[in-house]
């Protein structure tokens, strides 16, 4: 499968400008351009990555702008605009205010680029993934947002440390939401086929399992001015990758439930074949019983959101 003609990523922040670098680098696209409403920073970094093509070799074509127009002809759109939530503000907050920035770029893409497939990144990816669908009308399968990816890269690093293994050979799932109630699947994780549950002991899996819900926290109070972005961002090429080379990489994101799992009408972390065409489907696997419960307390979280989203002025 050839590169896809144009990637957008919408928002040349910390996010924005280093996954347009990753993205370049892995010559995925043809095109790529890098939008924010800062006029000279996303060209700024556009033309910084751009001249690294020599020393690199990448074939990309990397450019930036300020309007939404741009859009026009994008096979993959990448929406990492929005604010992180800040002390003092509520999820409320958040919600509305990142829901404005979403709606804005949903609508853009439903007028310029309605073939596209989008992933979301902005936060809280959960809620932001389903919101960006309902305003771009685009369908289910086209539009999913990064979660399960990155939660579970950061579960495989610690698994991997605790067991002084590479952390290639770790595999599993972490599902449900982008935050305190994600659900690493312990049952579902190996090191090169052998169960983790016969490599470490209980309290030992306990702290892991804390550690990776805790981690975007654990950067956040470690840097005290930002959030993480060089292991986001290299899921997020990670997705990007299995759609233009029509991977059917099993993976975990944000998709669209529609029944599995027992869950209908919610966007919520679970594994998925994703290839060219998006979401292919969504592969259900065997929960153990503690597992269930985990998962449905984690919808339940992203159907509050939900709530406080619908309540909103539109």
């Known amino acids: 499968m050839s590169a896809l003609g144009k990637v957008v990523v919408l928002g040349a922040g910390n996010i924005g400008g280093s996954l347009a670098?990753?993205?370049?680098?892995?010559?995925?696209?043809?095109?790529?351009?890098?939008?924010?409403?800062?006029?000279?920073?996303?060209?700024?970094?556009?033309?910084?990555?751009?001249?690294?093509?020599?020393?690199?070799?990448f074939s990309t074509h990397v450019t930036g702008a300020t309007n939404l127009e741009v859009l026009a002809g994008a096979d993959v759109v990448v929406e990492t605009a929005g604010l992180a939530r800040k002390p003092g503000m509520s999820r409320s907050d958040l919600l509305e205010k990142n829901a404005g920035i979403v709606r804005g770029h949903a609508e853009a893409v439903r007028r310029y680029a309605p073939d596209a497939i989008t992933i979301v990144v902005t936060n809280p990816v959960d809620v932001m993934t389903y919101y960006f669908r309902e305003v771009s009308g685009l369908p289910p399968a086209r539009v999913f947002g990064e979660s399960g990816t990155l939660d579970t890269a950061r579960f495989r690093t610690f698994v991997?440390?605790?067991?002084?293994?590479?952390?290639?050979?770790?595999?599993?799932?972490?599902?449900?939401?982008?935050?305190d109630t994600m659900v690493p699947l312990l049952s579902l994780t190996s090191v090169s086929g052998v169960p983790l549950t016969k490599l470490l002991p209980p309290d030992r899996l306990a702290e892991i399992v804390t550690r990776t819900k805790q981690g975007g926290a654990e950067?956040?109070?470690?840097?005290?001015?930002?959030?993480?972005?060089?292991?986001?961002?290299?899921?997020?090429?990670?997705l990007v990758a299995a759609v233009a080379q029509d991977e059917h990489r099993l993976l975990p994101v944000a998709a669209h439930l529609d029944g599995e799992f027992g869950e209908r009408g919610v966007y919520v972390g679970v594994p998925v074949v994703l290839?060219?065409?998006g979401v292919e489907r969504v592969v259900e696997v065997e929960l153990q019983a503690p597992e269930r419960e985990a998962f449905r307390a984690s919808v339940a979280a992203v159907r509050a959101?939900?709530?406080?989203?619908?309540?909103l002025p539109r």
């Open 305 to 311: 959101d939900l709530e406080i989203l619908a309540k």
């Open 219 to 238: 950067i956040v109070n470690l840097l005290k001015t930002g959030s993480a972005f060089y292991a986001p961002t290299a899921s997020q090429a990670e």
């Open 21 to 57: 670098q990753r993205l370049a680098e892995m010559d995925v696209a043809r095109e790529l351009v890098l939008v924010d409403i800062i006029d000279g920073l996303p060209q700024g970094k556009a033309l910084d990555i751009q001249q690294s093509a020599p020393i690199l070799g």
């Open 275 to 277: 290839g060219r065409q």
């Open 160 to 179: 991997a440390e605790a067991l002084h293994v590479a952390p290639r050979d770790v595999t599993g799932f972490v599902l449900g939401t982008h935050g």
